[in-house]
């Protein structure tokens, strides 16, 4: 909802909660509380009762939580899941106990209409389309992972550092894919980021399901509007693992603008990071570094670094120092 201004008096209409629609959702009485973020970014507690505003989306984590949104929408009156701690919610397909500080039923009490009576959507706001402005031509460095919680965010914060004390005094993020989230974009601002946008900003609460159509325009979207800022660079950061939110489509609208991008991989281990450099080179690109948990110590790092003929480097609790740019 950050993108999304106050209302003063927000209207509720019975209407199927579709993608995007700012839907009001009532937390089941019988559940615990649950944890979720705010829209300043910081985590909020929703008691049992309580009514919240949150957009109907689906979520393919292949760690923490599966779910969507059913073919003709939310129905009115029926509960569903907090699927994400950004407001995220749908069918429940699947989770694992760690999901449990904000996954929570719900019931769909209906979607906030604007005064024409209409439902009001997260696109309305995205950020103004930019296909006709220049593209200033900022190096691209681009972050990956072979799943989720390999590191890839502690890699992007630490590339941004890196590029900052090299002089790169204006550093754009983007976080490309994946499950949308204030506390990521935060992180990149914290850190020194220039301009920090994620899937929201473009019209989507997330990029998954995968295949799904009209990603294409989401993506062109967000290349336009960060490409077009002037900068000294452009940091990407792709959520999820490379094979899901669509990170596959991603790289290809990606390649067709800098097909020599620095590509960061984090993997949690070396047959991961072998096999997921090889793919990477059958697309034309190109790793430039290793991190994650794959270097962890030092005997794995050698292991990776020697399967993958790629330097590897370990950045958690070492800052920026030797970050090869």
Request: aromatic content about 4%; some cysteine; hydrophobic content about 40%.
């Amino acid at each position: 909802m950050r993108r999304v201004p106050p209302m003063r008096t927000p209207r509720l209409v019975a209407v199927p909660g579709l993608e995007g629609a700012v839907c009001a959702f009532e937390l089941a009485p019988e559940t615990l509380p649950i944890i979720v973020e705010e829209v300043s970014g910081r985590s909020m507690t929703l008691a049992p009762g309580d009514v919240f505003l949150a957009t109907p989306g689906h979520r393919e984590s292949t760690r923490w939580v599966v779910g969507g949104i059913p073919k003709r929408g939310l129905v009115a009156g029926r509960s569903y899941w907090v699927l994400a701690e950004s407001g995220v919610v749908g069918d429940l397909v699947g989770g694992t106990p760690s999901t449990k500080t904000h996954l929570g039923q719900a019931k769909y009490l209906g979607a906030v209409s604007g005064a024409d009576g209409k439902p009001i959507n997260i696109r309305e706001f995205a950020a103004p389309n930019a296909s006709a402005l220049a593209d200033r031509g900022a190096p691209v460095f681009l972050v990956l992972g072979t799943s989720a919680e390999v590191g890839k965010t502690t890699a992007g914060l630490t590339v941004l550092r890196a590029l900052l004390q090299k002089g790169h005094a204006t550093v754009i993020a983007l976080k490309a894919t994946g499950t949308s989230g204030i506390t990521e974009i935060a992180a990149y601002q914290d850190y020194g980021a220039r301009h920090a946008f994620d899937c929201v900003d473009f019209g989507l609460p997330t990029t998954y399901p995968a295949n799904r159509d009209g990603i294409v325009d989401v993506f062109d979207r967000a290349l336009d509007s960060c490409l077009s800022i002037p900068a000294d660079a452009v940091l990407i950061e792709c959520g999820g693992d490379m094979l899901g939110a669509n990170v596959p489509v991603f790289l290809k609208r990606l390649k067709r603008r800098r097909s020599r991008a620095k590509v960061i991989l984090a993997a949690a281990d070396a047959l991961g990071a072998l096999g997921a450099t090889r793919m990477l080179k059958e697309m034309g690109l190109t790793t430039s570094l290793i991190t994650g948990p794959c270097t962890d110590t030092e005997a794995l790092r050698q292991r990776t670094e020697t399967l993958c003929r790629i330097p590897a480097l370990n950045m958690a609790g070492r800052g920026s120092e030797g970050v090869p740019l």
